[in-house]
């Protein structure tokens, strides 16, 4: 069973609603403006269905339209609201909402404000750390305002606002009121009659309705001016055929709202909530509720928990079928922190990494007791990965390579099981606390933390980490600059052996560590000598760059080209890369490789390539030159469809489950564990097992899967890159694989 915590962005719809819905498209399907008995009969709908919404909204008078939607609520009341401010042509001087609003709201007052011509300040009501409205500051700037717009409860934190402080700061305000009543529906009394509200646009699908249905309340009295014109339709203030369906649907919703009994009440909402709460503050014991519960609706409950991101919780959640969203917006590279958690104030951290859990009040004990039970087991599968940082000890011994990832910079940690040392590469200060954690939960020992140079574009944390970790000095020699002890000609651990290998160029310091696993070469960390698709940069106060074309000949005659090369710095998720792949793609590297081009002239080729370095899509100080032709290796997906076939006629095909182990504990994977050779690679582990499918490229297919198919595209674009031409990936994940038709997979793999 899914567990759908995200009621907030939308809900399924109750079964009555779509009993009625279909009668409508069925039966009662007549268009309500006809005057025939069919068409009556579907006025009768509308009719009674408006009679039950304005019981239920306490909204005896005035106008109660039905619309396709909040959004269509909001722009009919701003365009209201606008048009009768020029027209009484009072001295406005701004626009006023809840720093907190829906998008919808600031952007209807912009647009229409600056279409409307009436030009005057949006500004934006400040909100405390409880959420609420500063009620000083709108008290101070109602007098000017031609419209406030306050919601009554916010959509990512359920918190309430304040409605009969806010009526009272807009005593004596000739301003108009809109209080968006989206997410307090069927939550909580809004009383829009009594408390002087203008205007208050609903949805139906954030309670039980469909999609496409929604209402508008207008105080008897208050301004109107209609969004759409035509056929005369709700008494000519909404023209447009009536959506009968969802008329109905909601009408049914109302119909629940009203009997007292499908709906749970409010109390047991509260015990519900509590009883989840306290399963999140058992499941990660570091959790912070990011607004006071006492203040918020009942369904809704907004969380970070420090050192875990947005997106890692809602990939843990999801492995265990518990779908809740992120409270911020990952539309570019970076996680951009919620702008309702920043307007109240929270540390960007805590905004960035938040996390909403929310349901609708037809819930029951057994979905409640579901949802604990299985946070209470993503706790758990995080502990197993050293991932909380409140229970030290619990991980089994890991061994290889980890790679951590951010803003484009990447940090390694190399771990020997049989010997418990580990190393840290090019470590990140976001990281400190993470891996200082990790190490002290799998009891390892920490004998070097190394930099391959001197970055550019941050401090090194190599001192915080050896501060917070203690490192055991095995050679007993002191440390240079970047970590390596002095006159040290290798590190051991275990089978694994770390070399050095000066690369002057990015940074004068720089070098390249050469990892041998039983006297073998397996791969290089070469900072940013070399990137996937470009040269480290030559232009900081710390580079050498007449040094550089000579230290990527030494490079080339230690490690071949062939050899997988591991940057400090993967702007564009590749992974890796080899001087092979980069010889193909930088015709500067292979003038430099080939004698063609002396030092002095590649420098003075670099130097011209460096002028205008502009910042990474993470804002942050760009580390590589591109050199030469961007060699952009397609992912290759596949439809579930394909697959399906694929598992029964491709033999040799390998499956990679790339998400990582905290997610694939959860199990969940939709086919049999002999559906193809499966093998589990989490992302973070990719880098060390690409070798192995680069040496073995004739051995059929490998296809990478995780839960939506990001992750898989990037580890199948990288092992192309690398000249596996058959990597491919899951299109949409584990999330489009046909799970709900068990059987039909079961037919389609014959089993
Ligand atoms: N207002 C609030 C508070 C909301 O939560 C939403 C939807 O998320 C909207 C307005 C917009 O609703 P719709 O997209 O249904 O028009």
Redesign the pocket.
Known sequence: MDIYLDA??TTPVLPQARQAALAVMAEDFGNPSSVHSTGLKARAWVDDVRARARRVLGAERGQLLFV?????G?QTAVVSALHSARERGLQWQCLLYGATE?K??PEALRHWNALLGLNLEVLAIPVGSDGRHDLVWLRQHAPRAALVCT?AA??ETGVISDLDGIAQALQGSPALWMV?G??ALGKMPLRLAERGIDYA?F?G??LYAP?GI?MLYVREGAPFTPLLTGGGQEGALRAGTENMSGIAALGAVLAALEDGVTFQPHDQLVRYRDQLAAALKQAFPGLVFNAPLERCLPTTLNFSVPGLSSKLLLDLFDAAEVHVSGGSACSAAKAQPSPVLQAMGLPEAQAAGSVRLSFGPVVDARFVDEACARIRVCGESLRQSCLDATVPGQGAPADGLTRFVVDGACCYLLADAASRQAVVIDPLPELTERLAQWLACQAYTLVAVLDTHSHGDHASSAGELRDSVGVANMTGAPIDALGWPVGAEALTLGARRLTRLPTPGHTADAHTLLLHVHGTLQLAFVGDTVLPGALGRSDFAQSAPKAFAGSLCTLRDAVGLDTLLLPAHDYDDQFATTLGVEIAAQPLLAAVLSGEMGAEAFAAAKAQLELNLGLTAYQTVACGAQVGARCEAAARDLSPADLLQWLQAQPNLQLVDVREAYEQRLGNVPWPDDAAAMQAVPLSRLPEALPRWLRNANQGPVVFFCRSGSRSAQAARALRRLGHAQAFSLRGGLALWPRAAGVAVDAALAI
């Open positions: 907030n962005a396709s939607g909040a959004t269509e909001i829906h919808a709201v919601m916010n959509n968006d989206v997410q646009p949805s699908h954030k999609k929604g």
